[in-house]
């Protein structure tokens, strides 16, 4: 099984796309600190997410916590300020892919503390700033769905 993990996030349907992913693909998604956005049962019911109850959802009020909970697992964040393509990791079942907040990605000590773990999603536009959380999170999740054959 695979994690992901989203740090902040600040958009519920950016969030609820993420979820819907990670449910079809049997992909825990861990919420790490202060959302921008409610998802409490209620919440959840008004948006309409029928699915949601499928979604293997774990929350942490700071990263240390995601740490010490998947203690086994390797991390691997994701920022376009990375310099290794997401194209050129050898990914493992178990690892734990990590994003950052829509407005601002994760913050320059989780980086700089694991620059050898950090990748990008190359873009051939330098006019493009990023690409939406949740395109990013399913083109990353599916390379290590692809690379390990992990159904």
């Known amino acids: 099984m695979f994690h992901v993990a989203l740090y902040e996030p600040e958009i519920p349907p950016n969030t609820g796309n993420i979820a819907r992913l990670c449910a079809a693909t049997g992909t825990r998604l861990h919420?790490?600190?202060?959302?921008?956005?409610?998802?409490?049962?209620?919440?959840?019911?008004?948006?309409?997410?029928?699915?949601?109850?499928?979604?293997?959802?774990?929350t942490h009020i700071e990263i240390t916590d995601l740490y010490e909970t998947l203690a086994d697992s390797r991390f691997v964040f994701f920022s376009t300020k990375a310099r290794i393509p997401y194209t050129d990791w050898k990914f493992?079942?178990?690892?734990?892919?990590?994003?950052?907040?829509?407005?601002?990605?994760?913050?320059?000590?989780?980086?700089?503390?694991?620059?050898?773990?950090?990748?990008?999603?190359?873009?051939?536009?330098?006019?493009?700033?990023?690409?939406?959380?949740?395109?990013?999170?399913?083109?990353?999740?599916?390379?290590?769905?692809?690379?390990?054959?992990?159904?």
Do not use: H
Not at 123 to 141: D, E, Y
């Open 31 to 58: 919420i790490v600190g202060a959302t921008g956005f409610r998802i409490d049962d209620r919440a959840v019911k008004r948006a309409g997410l029928d699915y949601w109850e499928e979604v293997d959802l774990v």
């Open 92 to 151: 493992k079942e178990g690892d734990c892919l990590v994003f950052g907040p829509e407005t601002r990605g994760l913050p320059a000590e989780i980086l700089e503390n694991n620059i050898a773990r950090s990748l990008k999603i190359p873009m051939s536009n330098p006019r493009v700033r990023s690409l939406n959380l949740a395109t990013s999170v399913g083109i990353c999740l599916y390379e290590a769905i692809r690379q390990t054959g992990t159904p």
